[in-house]
């Protein structure tokens, strides 16, 4: 993580320098055709291409095992490139059904309005996913670990089942990170992040970024980055690449973090069940080990009490902050049917097992005893 795809400059220096410059000089007439034209390295324009998200591109690529990165403006850029570059009019896709907000938003929203067709299924169950499957299908889209069910899809059957008729497979890897799991060894043919959560960590940057496994996927993706301008800030990528270095220590400590509160909230009186990966009561906990290095920071739990105490509960923690987003170093909590969710009709959050009383917590790496007497308190407040 911490060199993977390390830049070097004639200066030797230790961190890559943020080139916050638009454009780039041609020494001469000759070397701005041949730029153009594709027969000499070097750099143009900066949403074609910059110093700054090229290394911070070529250690992705590295770490997620791909042929090439793209990176986004936001990790909404790269579902939009993706949709853009791998479906056309006529075309169907299948998901997550409850997969993240916005991915499902555009795609009913907009990307219907130019003809594409799209199912929603549970593809933790590769029956529902043969079943959606229709002579059009172009794409199979994951979310695994899915937000917010914490449900699991098998990447490894899914690319099988998907490759088995000519579809393509994208996993949203966003709750792993590539720390924790790697799609395109498993058989996915792209995997993107919101570099905004994990990747990042530090709830300071927004950001996507998407890795092909192969160069014929990777140029029509990076074409439609640069050709609609969906390119990241040279100095959003260098704050990035300075999480990246971290990755791997925020996430082992967010993850034991995770696994003692997971089952301190198991034995919770107020609580009716907990989903996390890492604990034996996950319906997937086998799948989790054999795909993911480790469960996670991401858990979701049913109170007892409903939608009013998710709403009690989300206003008396302390610690734990009350907001949107996830995978930074401090805990966030948030209530799904009161807030990320709640554009959703009941009945579609019912399909997609959002219940009334879900909460997601997204743990941090603060001290793990300070994090358990905040979750207390603010449970005793729950009636
Ligand atoms: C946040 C998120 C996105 C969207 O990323 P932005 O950076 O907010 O645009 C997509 N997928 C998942 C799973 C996310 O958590």
Redesign the pocket.
């Known amino acids: 993580m911490v060199h993977a795809g390390h830049y070097h400059d004639n200066f030797g220096s230790a961190t890559v320098p943020i080139y916050q410059t638009s454009t780039f000089a041609f020494e001469n007439a000759r070397q701005g055709a041949n730029r153009f034209a594709g027969k000499e390295k070097g750099y143009i324009y900066t949403r074609i291409g910059n110093p700054t998200l090229q290394a911070l591109e070529e250690n992705m690529a590295v770490l997620e095992d791909g042929f090439g990165a793209i990176t986004t403006g936001?990790?909404?850029g790269a579902?939009s490139v993706i949709y853009m570059g791998l479906l056309q009019a006529g075309a169907h896709m299948i998901s997550t059904s409850s997969v993240?907000g916005?991915?499902r938003g555009i795609m009913e929203k907009h990307f219907s309005r130019f003809g594409v067709e799209y199912s929603y299924v549970d593809t933790s169950d590769t029956g529902q996913i043969k079943k959606a499957i229709k002579p059009n299908t172009r794409l199979l889209y994951l979310?695994t670990p899915a937000?917010p069910t914490i449900k699991l899809s098998d990447i490894e059957a899914c690319a099988k089942l998907a490759h088995e008729h000519d579809i393509l497979v994208v996993v949203?890897n966003?709750?792993s990170s590539p720390f924790l799991q790697n799609p395109l060894k498993l058989g996915a043919d792209v995997v993107f992040h919101?570099v905004?959560?994990f990747v990042n960590g530090h709830a300071d940057v927004?950001?996507?970024i998407i890795i092909t496994a192969t160069e014929a996927l990777y140029q029509p993706l990076r074409h439609v980055m640069v050709n609609l301008g969906f390119n990241m800030d040279p100095h959003q990528a260098y704050l990035v690449l300075r999480g990246i270095k971290t990755l791997s220590l925020r996430v082992e400590k967010a993850q034991e973090n995770a696994m003692t509160i997971a089952h301190w909230l198991e034995q919770h009186p107020k609580i009716k069940w907990v989903r996390y990966p890492g604990l034996k009561s996950h319906p997937q906990y086998e799948l989790a080990r054999k795909q993911m290095r480790g469960p996670g920071a991401m858990i979701s739990f049913e109170l007892k009490g409903g939608f009013d105490a998710g709403e009690q509960m989300i206003n008396s923690v302390h610690i734990a902050t009350l907001a949107v987003?996830?995978g930074g170093v401090e805990t966030l909590i948030q209530h799904p049917a009161s807030m990320t969710h709640a554009s959703l009709s009941s009945e579609a959050r019912l399909e997609a097992d959002i219940t009334d009383g879900l909460v997601r917590l997204s743990v941090g790496i603060e001290d793990v005893e300070d994090l358990i007497n905040d979750l207390s308190q603010a449970l005793d407040k729950v009636k």
């Open positions: 936001s990790g909404m579902v993240y916005p991915s979310e937000n949203d966003t709750f919101s905004t959560k927004v950001g996507g987003s996830l």
